[in-house]
C-alpha cells in the first residue's frame, strides 16, 4: 500500500500549479511580499475617496472567500480588503512553519504595519476570531472597531460535535484521516463541511456548492493542505491551554476597541452559550445572536451582520462626538450617570 503519509513542504517559489482561485464580481487579488510570508489580499474597490479601512480574517479551513458575501454590503462605509492567512486560500505557507494563533496574528500585524492602513475595522470568524483578538490587545492602536464571529476562545466543556476538529491537532490523526477518506470525492467533503459550519446546510445554493467544490478540489492538490489545517488546529488547541496574561480570555478583557459579538444558535463548533461570557469579557461590546445561524453567520446572514456591522459605526460615531462636545463644554443631549451604565449589560440584538 503507498504511504498515506503528508509529503513534505516544497519552499513557496516551487509550489505545484492549480487552478486559479475564484474572484467575485467587484474583487481583485493581489499578492504581498512581506519578511518570512506571503500573503494573497482579496480587495473590492471603495466606491469614494476617505472610507476607513476594514480588514476580515477567515477561520480554520478557510479563506478570503469567506468574506465574500458580506463585504459588497459594507461597500458604502468601510474600503474591504480581507486576507488569506499563511498556507490557506492561496497564501503559501509561512517560512518558519509558524502556524500558532501568535503566528498568524503576528502575520496580519506585519501586513497592517507594511501598508500603513491602520487602525482599521477589524473582523475575524473561528480561529480568525482568535488571531484577531489577540492583534487588537496587542495593538489597539491598528483597531478601530471589532467584529467577532463564532471566535474560537476557550471553552471548559467543548462540543462533542468540534471534537473531530481538534483531534486534527493530534499527531498522526492527518494521516489516518487520509488514509479513512482517501476515496472521498471532493463534493463528499463539501457537503461534510457544510453540514458542520451551517445552521442550515440545504440554504447553500447549487452556485456557491459548485465553487466550494472546485476550491475543495484545489486545495487538495496543495501538497501542504492537511499541514496547514493539523498544525493551525495544534495551534488553537494550545492556545486554549495557555493561563495567565498571555490567555484568550485575558486578552479579551484588554480590547479597547468597540466590539461586535455574533453568535449562532445552530453552531456546532462554538458553543452559543460562550456568547454571554464573551459579552462580559470584552469591555465594550454588543451582542448579535443569530438563532438559526451556524458557525458562518457572515456567510449564512450577511444582511444581519451588514445591519449590526452599521449600527456599531454609528453608534461609535456617536460616542466620539458625544466626547468631543464634553470637551468642549456643548450640551451632549443623551447623558447618563456611571451608576446607570454600570447596571446595564451589553447592547443586544438578535436577529436571523
Excluded at 197 to 222: H, I
Excluded at 341 to 352: F, I, K, L, V, Y
Aim: glycine letters at 10%.
Amino acid at each position: 500500500m503507498p504511504s498515506t503519509e503528508p509529503p513534505s513542504v516544497p519552499p513557496a517559489n516551487v509550489l505545484p500549479k492549480v487552478a486559479a482561485v475564484k474572484v467575485a464580481d467587484g474583487e481583485r487579488l493581489r499578492s504581498v511580499h512581506l519578511p518570512g510570508i506571503t500573503l494573497t489580499v482579496r480587495s473590492r474597490r471603495p466606491t469614494r475617496e476617505g472610507l476607513p479601512p476594514a480588514l476580515y480574517v477567515h477561520g480554520l479551513g478557510g479563506s478570503s472567500q469567506n468574506w465574500s458575501a458580506l463585504m459588497p454590503l459594507l461597500d458604502g462605509v468601510v474600503h474591504n480588503e480581507a486576507v488569506d492567512l499563511p498556507g490557506f486560500g492561496d497564501s503559501p505557507p509561512p517560512d518558519d512553519g509558524d502556524y500558532s494563533i501568535t503566528g498568524h496574528a503576528r502575520a496580519v500585524v506585519r501586513y497592517l504595519d507594511a501598508s500603513g492602513r491602520g487602525p482599521v475595522h477589524l473582523f475575524g470568524n473561528s480561529l480568525g476570531g482568535a488571531v484577531v483578538t489577540r492583534v487588537a490587545a496587542a495593538r489597539p492602536d491598528l483597531v478601530r472597531t471589532l467584529t467577532l464571529v463564532s471566535p474560537a476562545l476557550p471553552e471548559i466543556r467543548v462540543q462533542r460535535t468540534a471534537v473531530p476538529t481538534g483531534l486534527l491537532a493530534l499527531p498522526g490523526v492527518v494521516r489516518l484521516f487520509n488514509r479513512l477518506t482517501r476515496e472521498w470525492t471532493a463534493e463528499q467533503r463539501v457537503r461534510g463541511v457544510t453540514a458542520l459550519c451551517y445552521g442550515d446546510p440545504a440554504s447553500v445554493s447549487e452556485e456557491g456548492f459548485r465553487n466550494a467544490v472546485e476550491e475543495m478540489e484545489r486545495r487538495l492538490q496543495l501538497p501542504y493542505f492537511w499541514d496547514a489545517m493539523a498544525r493551525s488546529a495544534r495551534g488553537i488547541v494550545n492556545a486554549y491551554t495557555l493561563g495567565g496574561q498571555h490567555g484568550l480570555w485575558r486578552q479579551a478583557e484588554r480590547v479597547l476597541a468597540p466590539t461586535l459579538l455574533v453568535y449562532g444558535g445552530r453552531d456546532q463548533l462554538v458553543g452559543y452559550r460562550m456568547a454571554q461570557r464573551a459579552a462580559r469579557a470584552f469591555r465594550d461590546s454588543r451582542l448579535l445572536t443569530l438563532p438559526d445561524a451556524g458557525h458562518v453567520g457572515m456567510m449564512e446572514f450577511p444582511e444581519a451582520v451588514a445591519t449590526a456591522f452599521r449600527e456599531l459605526l454609528a453608534d461609535t460615531a456617536d460616542t466620539a462626538a458625544a466626547a468631543d462636545a464634553v470637551g468642549t463644554g456643548k450640551p451632549t443631549g443623551g447623558e447618563r450617570t456611571d451608576e446607570a451604565a454600570d447596571s446595564e449589560p451589553a447592547n443586544q440584538t438578535t436577529g436571523g
